[in-house]
């Protein structure tokens, strides 16, 4: 799988670490072609519900055997503080549209199966840290990458099919088992997404995001 030329589609990749791992693959992979999309690539606001679909239409264009979501954020301090709109945002371009990005594949790849037939694998960027334990002044944003990590490995289980009482497994649409979807949690990086003033840069253990692309780069072809 991994000598064959591939389509990468990167969603929020105009900086941070997914500029990084866009410039690992331009090193290592150079006859792979690659797409990018965010608000600074073409105008793709992952915050617009009503463009979802719109999204969606554009990646099965494209056809890439890889999609690789970066994409995260939302406002740093106190809960109240912050009008509610501003975590809806964060719960929205961290968890939900992820989330509706992997339903339209599973359900389409069983549903309209040739749309969907070149798609392989899905990654999504959780955090180490905030994907399991508490993260004061980032709550929408936490609770967010709880939920990603929660939502990936129950459909993990799924798939697998253990775990799970006959009346689930019996009516499992198609073989949704194909497109294998991932979760790579890296630790605090020196991005945009880190406030200034936040502890792990004061207490500078935030590493260069190139460190964790190369990661992530053996990560994707891991089985
Ligand atoms: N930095 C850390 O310490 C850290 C630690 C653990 C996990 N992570 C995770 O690593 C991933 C990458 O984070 P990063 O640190 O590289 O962040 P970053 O430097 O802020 O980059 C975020 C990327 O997401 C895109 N993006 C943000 N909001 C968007 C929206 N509404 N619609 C479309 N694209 C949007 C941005 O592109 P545009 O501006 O062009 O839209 C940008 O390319 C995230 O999932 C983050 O949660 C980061």
Redesign the pocket.
């Known amino acids: 799988m991994a000598d064959q030329n591939e389509k990468w589609m990167l969603?929020?990749?105009?900086?941070?670490?997914?500029?990084a791992f866009h410039e690992v693959l331009k090193k290592h992979r150079p006859l792979d072609i690659v797409t990018t999309?965010?608000?600074?690539?073409g105008g793709?606001?992952?915050?617009k519900e009503s463009r979802w679909p719109e999204y969606v239409q554009e990646i099965l264009k494209f056809q890439p055997t890889r999609l690789v979501y970066?994409?995260?954020?939302g406002p740093y301090g106190h809960f109240e503080k912050f009008e509610w709109k501003d975590h809806e945002?964060s719960l929205r371009?961290?968890f939900l549209f992820p989330a509706f990005l992997i339903h339209s594949a599973l359900r389409g790849r069983s549903t309209s199966p040739q749309n969907w037939k070149n798609l392989q694998q899905m990654v999504f960027?959780?955090?180490?840290?905030?994907e399991s334990q508490p993260d004061p002044g980032a709550a929408a944003?936490c609770a967010s990458?709880h939920a990603l990590r929660a939502l990936i490995e129950t459909i993990h289980l799924e798939q697998a099919n253990t775990a799970s009482p006959a009346a689930l497994t019996s009516d499992v649409p198609g073989n949704s088992a194909k497109i294998q979807i991932k979760l790579f949690?890296?630790?605090?990086?020196?991005?945009?997404?880190?406030p200034q003033g936040s502890w792990?840069r004061e207490q500078g253990i935030?590493v260069d995001?190139h460190l964790e692309a190369l990661k992530l780069y053996d990560e994707v072809f891991t089985d």
Request: charged share 10%; net charge positive; hydrophobic share 45%.
């Open positions: 969603l929020g990749a105009s900086k941070g670490l997914g500029l999309m965010s608000r600074q690539a793709f606001d992952f915050s970066f994409a995260a954020g945002w371009v961290s960027i959780g955090s180490s840290i905030a944003y990458k949690s890296p630790g605090y990086m020196n991005t945009g997404l880190l792990p935030a995001p």
